[in-house]
């Protein structure tokens, strides 16, 4: 019984402190953006372009109106303690749309944001992160802490760019570089599983020797020589008739190519997987209780290879985006952080494919939004806005995950006896 009353407490007392954070977020949207608001309209266009539909909002009057829908969030929050989920998201989204309206009514360049776009782009920003982030899904729902996605990420875009230059075909590219991202999780694998080295530990290392390596070939290999060793191209685009047409939503999702498709499909593939075939049963298994797994005949090693490796492969492939879409070539250090943005997605997501999808989409806003307000010459300073989707990856796991459970066995070697 006092176990059952436990877990309400908790869930109460975490919903009434975020209520009150929500309340300064509400406060200082509805004050100062109120106040610095100017009196042109804030236009919201509804497709890809500033032209067409769309409905405009005052700016000083949206900033307060928005502001005050976050501060009535945060209320609700803190008197009922209830409703986490809900009143977060509206808060959140009072005070985004409270921000916007000040910075497009004081804007020197334009007073519109194209919704498709700004759909489109944060997709765009979150594909490295949805196959990272189910990288680490494959790889922890197996009991393995995989911190080595940025160093997959970046290994694959490496090695897409270089093989897909060398052959001259970008779906080579692509079979490279997951080849690459699966490369560096056979050393994870074979120093987290064999021989028991601190997984975390070892991934960071990972990362390291990733940055390095691929910093070493770049200079000596990439750089004097890009035509012949830097040029994969960019993948191409296929938009689907009709779909891609529709508003906000058609050019974020049907107006693709192989990394936005591969990732609607990945995640779907993965869901699916993990939770409707037996293979799915046994990886959970062997990440929640791996010694009665393995009573019941599960190889419990070998499955653990196999899936790191397969995270790898997943992981490798995404970062192929950051050479062959992002931009035209490999340069060093371009993921970025990404991977670590991406596990923290997969956190944000507690260790669910879908989860991972959508926290991903979450912190992919933010970078869409630091380049929607980079272009419309925001008067907060650049540095801080390239800040946005960092301070975004701490604050939702840090002040609105709360208490999540990995599986059991992550992170724990299993020595069969």
Known sequence: MSVELAVPEAYWTRTRKTGAVMIVLGLLATIVFGALAGSENARFALGETVDGAGFDIPGTFGAIFFGLVALGAGIAMLVTGRYFGVLTGVALMGFIISALCWQMSVSPVSHTMPLGFIAAATFTAAIPL????????????????????????????????????????????????????????????????KYLV??????????????????????????????????????????????????????????????????????????????????????????????????????????RYANVLLAGLVAGFGGAYFSMLSTTGFSKYMVSGAGFIALAAMIFGRWHPVGAFFA????????????????????????????????????????????VRAPAADGKPYVKG
Request: hydrophobic share 55%; glycine share 14%.
């Open 130 to 193: 949805i196959f990272g982030s189910l990288g680490g899904v494959l790889c922890e729902r197996s009991g393995v802490v995989n911190v080595a996605i940025e160093g997959q990420l970046l290994t694959g875009a490496f090695f897409g760019a270089l093989f897909g230059t060398l052959t001259g075909n970008f779906w080579l590219g692509l079979v490279a570089a997951a080849v690459g991202g699966a490369l560096l999780s056979a050393i994870l694998a074979v120093f987290a599983i």
């Open 198 to 303: 601190d997984q975390v530990v070892v991934g960071i290392v990972l990362n390291v020797f990733a940055g390095g390596l691929t910093a070493f070939f770049y200079e000596q290999v990439m750089r004097p020589d890009t035509d012949a060793y830097n040029f994969p191209g960019k993948v191409p685009s296929w938009p689907i008739p009709g779909l891609s047409e529709i508003p906000i939503i058609g050019p974020a999702l049907f107006n693709g190519n192989i990394f936005s498709y591969g990732s609607l499909i990945a995640v779907v593939v993965i869901t699916i997987a993990l939770f409707r075939t037996r293979w799915g049963l046994r990886t959970r298994a062997v990440g929640e209780h791996p010694a009665a797994a393995d009573t019941v005949g599960i190889r419990v090693l070998g499955l």
């Open 360 to 403: 991903s989409l979450f912190f992919g806003f933010f970078g869409a939004l630091t380049g929607f307000l980079n272009s419309i010459s925001s008067p907060i300073p650049s540095q801080f806005l390239s800040m946005l989707p960092y301070l975004a990856t701490i604050f939702a796991v840090a002040g609105l995950v709360g208490r």
